[in-house]
């Protein structure tokens, strides 16, 4: 086991996974940038190193500094969290090139997750089941023309080092495929410098189901069951719950299953996501994310199991602590992501908490590095904290999360809170009843 770790991240997951090591007797050191000096979890550490300016690329992203910090303090590993580094394959080889163990995937592994073209590929030689689509990048208009005509209109065009939902296209007909291609090249080439871009069937009216999964690296594969993300805002997951209303018992060990096999053939270590598109009782397979995720706590909600104490253990070659069949599903969760934001316009809300007063009782679980008097700096992402809800079905989960949304006491900021007594309250949401355009939908009939 790692006698200390370096946690190379902020906000509330950096303050989740100090935690876990705290549970687990390991010594922690932060990094932080000046802007967060007053942070909770620079508070909570056993040491910290402040490692630069504000901007991320000058502390967060600053491999160099990390790297530093870790040979400084003798840290032995380092978990990225989400973001910033955690799927960045030239940070987990420059670890390993300092025998410092990355807590996560090989870089190899993140290589080909990061590019989606490849990505696709992989799952598909894995059994994992696929959105039908170009078998690879298309530069010629002329094969863009054949291979929509072969899937059927309409069509998406994606770039292959997309992320954050930019570089996507939709051409409803070959009249605007021509456009649609040109437009997604150039975009994906000023964001990305790569502009590879491949084809897709559009789904109409999918839900965003994702599968949790784990590899010991040595191909043993299990899955945590899904997620079901649907409920998005520009790409953004809002609100979380596991397991998906749409889903039975049946279509989830049969997915889970395919994913875990991929995962055991592909000698994949520690935590990762697959993420698919579901219609009509089809998965379509979008992309694989080799990290944490900030839903992460609605999978540990229903199963009971500490997902950053696993993969720290699996990191430190101890292996996986549980056997498929031992992994049960109980009850139901729904995470809120609250957000520094305005509920309507969703424009940051960046100032000082001057009262932070968090819900509580059975079933309770809030994820969040703020408190009252904490000044939200303006540089780094809205998310200030995450309300996990667990009940005994989705019925006793949503009456107990009308309740903490109303305990919940934010002031001095905006935040998402209304949005979530709004969306807690109707009936598409209580009956599970939405796809991925729902809520983008609702925000434009509300306004
Ligand atoms: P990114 O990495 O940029 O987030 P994804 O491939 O995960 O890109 O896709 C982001 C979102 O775009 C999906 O959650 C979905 O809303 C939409 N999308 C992607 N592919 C398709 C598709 N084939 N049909 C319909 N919507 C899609």
């Not at 705290?22 to 050191?29: A, C, D, N, S």
């Not at 999918?206 to 998005?232: K, M, N, T, W, Y």
Request: proline fraction near 4%; include cysteine.
């Amino acid at each position: 086991m790692f006698q200390k770790i370096l946690i190379a991240n902020r906000g509330e997951i950096a303050l989740r996974v100090l935690r876990a090591c705290k549970e687990l007797g390991i010594q922690t050191v932060v990094v932080h940038s000046t802007a967060d000096a007053d942070a909770m979890h620079v508070r909570l550490a056993d040491e910290s190193v402040c490692i630069g300016p504000p901007p991320s690329r000058d502390s967060y992203l600053n491999i160099h500094q990390i790297v530093a910090a870790c040979e400084i303090t003798g840290a032995d590993a380092v978990h990225p969290g989400y973001g910033f580094l955690s799927e960045n394959a030239k940070f987990a080889d420059i670890l390993a090139a300092h025998n410092i163990t990355f807590i996560g995937p090989s870089g190899d592994h993140i290589r080909i997750m990061g590019d989606k073209i490849e990505a696709k590929r992989t799952a598909k030689r894995l059994g994992i089941p696929v959105v039908p689509g170009s078998d690879g990048a298309v530069t010629e208009e002329k094969e863009a023309r054949r291979i929509a005509a072969e899937i059927g209109y309409p069509v998406i065009i994606k770039a292959s080092a997309g992320g954050g939902g930019r570089g996507m296209k939709v051409a409803r007909s070959e009249a605007d495929l021509v456009v649609a291609l040109q437009t997604a090249r150039s975009e994906a080439g000023a964001a990305f410098g790569d502009d590879a871009v491949y084809i897709e069937k559009y789904l109409e009216k999918p839900r965003h189901i994702e599968v949790q999964v784990f590899g010991d690296g040595a191909g043993r594969g299990v899955h945590f069951g899904e997620r079901d993300c649907s409920l998005q805002r520009r790409h953004q997951k809002v609100w979380e719950e596991a397991p998906s209303p749409a889903l039975n018992a049946e279509e989830r060990a049969h997915i889970g299953g395919v994913c875990a096999r991929a995962i055991a053939d592909l000698g994949y270590s520690g935590a990762g996501t697959i993420e698919f598109l579901y219609e009509n009782g089809e998965f379509y397979f979008i992309e694989m994310n080799t990290r944490l995720q900030v839903e992460h706590p609605v999978t540990e909600a229903i199963t009971g199991i500490d997902l950053v104490h696993e993969q720290i253990r699996v990191a430190s070659r101890g292996g996986l602590s549980m056997r498929q069949e031992e992994i049960r599903f109980q009850g139901h969760a729904i995470e809120c992501r609250i957000n520094a934001e305005d509920p309507r316009t969703f424009t940051p809300s960046p100032g000082t908490i001057t009262h932070f007063h968090t819900p509580g009782g059975l079933g309770i679980r809030v994820d969040s590095g703020v408190y009252s008097g904490y000044k939200i700096p303006p540089y780094y992402d809205s998310l200030i904290g995450k309300l996990i809800v667990h009940g005994r079905n989705r019925v006793e989960c949503m009456m107990r999360l009308r309740r903490a949304l109303d305990e919940f006491v934010v002031d001095g900021i905006k935040t998402t809170l209304p949005l979530f007594r709004d969306l807690v309250g109707n009936a598409d949401v209580a009956n599970g009843e939405y796809d991925i355009h729902w809520l983008e939908k609702y925000l434009a009939d509300e306004d």
